[in-house]
């Protein structure tokens, strides 16, 4: 028996099977069960036939092109796609150690980079690079388009999740009534899940440094947020301690149960939340959540599917679904968002290098990229236009241009919008309806000119994950620096607020999308801002609304205000820490009165 001691931030005591989330490397590691071992390795040869389809794809464009010295470059890998040392291994250790076969890849893929490690001679040792190519790949066709949150619904009840980090957009989606609570190497009693946590009853311990590198996945774990601590392998006397608070326990809440309709806080004032999507069939978890519209559906998806996805046919017939699926609600595309990399392994289905993760793909280059990239290659910008414009007609559309940096290209944009419009007009189609036309504000040149922009645009789309990264200079994928990512800085603030400001003059609409609105701990701070549009993971919506309903608009102004005038993240969240602490008690005092 191993005690890890760390903050318990969410009371209760809870036992289960451990499920390893590493959200630094998109690993997820949980226990398979021996019933589901057949299945489990068929996933694993799938992806290896489908890995060798695109090696011999792969290789027969670079002969045509490159010839055939250059093509011969992937015979390694499809050397080593055969060879027993690697897919077979891997099919062993799911089949030995009960594990999903993503993290069997990934598992062998560290076992043979120390063996590389180890070989004097530099060609061999220049090995690694293929296998690691290789082996992400595979990594890729196992997942094949899903995403983390939908993987944490392949866990088995009973589990406890431990993750080096949880992400309120993440946690939202988790579904409580069958991971019994988490615990994170990171976090304090201020951290934003951790508040989420007590909101919806879970225990909780973070701060555990390196419980998640630990504990292995499938081991027997007790989380005992009242001791502060995390058990590894207990003994019987925890896990009685365990059972008697699961007998006494009330059912979770979860956001299942959370009532629908619109989001208002407890004084009236309406806030309007929609969804944010990355496939087709993300459109009826939004409904259920009680989405009010598609406030980002992100298109640069369909690249996964190849040429024939991005077809003007297959796109219309994907955005006419859309909008047809959220009648009466409003649908507001993004144009493809990737830069010249993405685009070329997108299309071709070739796995990208980095930045494609679970919170919608997007790439942290600051190059060639969304709009810029789309206005370089017109005809293939035109199809997309086109296919927008055709399904239009279907539901209420808005289109949106990603990474816009400033009137020039917002533009340039809209002009090819109406030519777009004049060709389908000319091969005799229905003349499309008049579609709003916006810019997602992302980097701070959009936002300090988002008074000159709201002239040109017909609505704004805050998107604070990239405005976070570049304001503050910081990639969250470089561990060295990814804690100074901070979304409570004063200059994220200032700058929400600055944009805010430009559009209400203007009388346009403006949103917010991206982790910030996912997270229920700052939505009400955002409404004080004079935010009422928010666009966030389906499941944080019944969240938000529970966070709104207990709260008045003039207590959310006066919050901002005070905020606004503090100088360091640590004080501004602590000060909205004690807000919102103040109206969990206020609301058990209710509850018990």
């Not at 589901?36 to 040869?45: F, G």
């Not at 055939?68 to 030995?96: H, I, K, N, S, Y």
């Not at 007009?425 to 936002?447: F, K, L, S, T, Y």
Request: proline content about 5%; hydrophobic content about 45%; charged content about 25%.
């Amino acid at each position: 028996m191993i005690r890890l001691a760390g903050v318990g931030v969410s009371p209760g005591v809870v036992s289960g099977r451990a499920v390893i989330l590493t959200q630094h490397s998109q690993a997820l590691r949980y226990r398979v069960t021996p019933a589901r071992l057949e299945q489990e390795t068929a996933r694993l040869d799938r992806a290896r036939l489908r890995t060798r389809e695109q090696l011999v794809e792969i290789r027969a464009r670079v002969a045509r092109r490159r010839g055939p010295e250059l093509a011969a470059l992937f015979d390694a890998q499809l050397l080593m796609l055969d060879d027993p040392m690697l897919v077979p291994r891997a099919a062993a250790l799911v089949r030995g150690e009960l594990v999903n076969a993503e993290w069997a890849v990934q598992q062998l893929f560290h076992d043979l980079s120390s063996e590389f490690d180890e070989v004097a001679d530099p060609y061999f040792r220049e090995r690694k690079g293929d296998v690691a190519d290789l082996v992400g790949r595979l990594t890729m066709n196992l997942r094949h388009g899903v995403a983390t949150r939908d993987l944490l619904r392949e866990v088995d009840e009973a589990s406890i999740l431990i993750a080096d980090e949880l992400a309120p957009s993440l946690a939202a989606q988790v579904d409580w009534t069958r991971v019994r609570g988490f615990a994170t190497d990171a976090g304090s009693r201020t951290y934003h899940t951790a508040i989420l946590a007590r909101s919806l009853d879970v225990p909780a311990v973070v701060g555990l440094h390196n419980a998640s590198h630990l504990v292995l996945a499938g081991q027997l774990v007790v989380l005992d947020g009242d001791a502060d601590e995390l058990i590894v392998e207990p003994d019987a006397e925890a896990l009685a301690r365990a059972g008697r608070w699961a007998d006494d326990r009330r059912p979770a809440k979860g956001i299942e149960g959370e009532p629908r309709g619109p989001g208002v806080t407890a004084d009236g004032v309406r806030v309007h939340l929609e969804a944010n999507i990355e496939f087709p069939d993300d459109l009826a978890a939004a409904r259920y959540a009680g989405a009010e519209g598609i406030g980002l559906y992100r298109s640069e998806f369909l690249l996964a599917g190849g040429a024939d996805a991005v077809a003007e046919d297959r796109q219309y017939e994907v955005y006419r679904g859309l909008l047809e699926g959220m009648a009466p609600g409003t649908v507001t595309v993004r144009t493809f968002d990737v830069d010249e990399d993405q685009l070329q392994r997108r299309s071709s289905r070739e796995p990208a290098a980095r930045g494609w993760g679970a919170e919608g793909g997007r790439s942290s280059g600051q190059g060639l990229r969304g709009l810029r990239l789309s206005l370089k290659r017109p005809e293939f910008f035109r199809v997309q236009l086109r296919a927008l414009l055709r399904a239009a007609r279907h539901g209420s559309l808005r289109i949106m241009f990603p990474f816009v940096s400033g009137v020039g290209e917002l533009r340039e944009g809209r002009r090819m919008v109406v030519e777009a419009s004049a060709e389908i007009a000319r091969r005799g189609e229905h003349a499309p309806p008049h579609v709003p036309v916006g810019a997602m504000i992302e980097i701070p040149a959009a936002a300090y000119s988002a008074d000159l922009l709201a002239r040109e645009a017909d609505f704004f789309t805050i998107g604070t994950n990239d405005l976070i990264q570049y304001c503050l200079a910081v990639d969250r994928a470089d561990e060295r620096v990814s804690g100074l990512y901070a979304p409570l800085h004063p200059a994220i603030l200032r700058m929400i607020l600055m944009v805010r400001r430009a559009a209400t003059r203007r009388r346009i609409p403006v949103s917010l999308c991206g982790e910030m609105a996912s997270d229920p701990a700052l939505v009400p701070l955002l409404v004080g801002l004079g935010l009422t549009e928010f666009s966030m993971t389906p499941g944080a919506i019944g969240l938000a609304r529970q966070a709104l309903a207990e709260v008045r608009h003039d207590e959310l102004r006066a919050l901002a205000r005070r905020v606004l005038r503090l100088p360091t993240v640590e004080e501004i969240e602590h000060e909205l820490a004690a807000t919102l602490q103040s109206n969990l008690e206020r609301r058990a005092s209710n509850v018990e009165s």
